[in-house]
């Protein structure tokens, strides 16, 4: 059974750094369908950080610059390092993974398994 759990969540102060971890079991962290993903009450989720079924890192424009995705094999965690924060970064963090959607579409993924999520809070 696959099971991923985020840590590092918290609040932070405008222009400070948080690092999210997402550990996973029963599962070992895939160089494809994986990533970050936010989603504020009232909106849509959003992916923050991805990666594509052809390993490319896809990072959301609002991020881009601040954010990186990393993965640490020996810990097998999915991270999130996130510099220069914004009160709009405020939201609820899931980590994700998946696999591609189809042979037709290989960049395209469907995200199977999340975790519960980690709440970031930025104030100004």
């Known amino acids: 059974q696959v099971q991923l759990v985020e840590s590092g969540g918290g609040s932070v102060q405008s222009g400070g750094s948080l690092r999210l971890s997402c550990a996973a079991s029963?599962?070992?962290?895939?160089?494809?369908?994986v990533g970050w993903f936010r989603q504020v009450p009232g909106k849509e989720r959003e992916g923050v950080a991805t990666?594509?079924?052809?390993?490319?890192?896809i990072y959301a424009d609002s991020v881009k610059g601040r954010f990186t995705i990393s993965q640490d094999n020996a810990k097998n965690t999915l991270d999130l390092q996130m510099n220069a924060l914004k009160s709009e970064d405020t939201a609820m963090y899931s980590c994700a993974a998946g696999r591609r959607e189809s042979v037709w579409s290989p960049t395209r993924c469907r995200f199977d398994y999340w975790g519960q999520g980690t709440q970031v809070t930025v104030s100004s």
């Open positions: 029963g599962y070992t962290w895939s160089r494809v369908c």
């Open positions: 990666i594509n079924g052809i390993g490319n890192i």
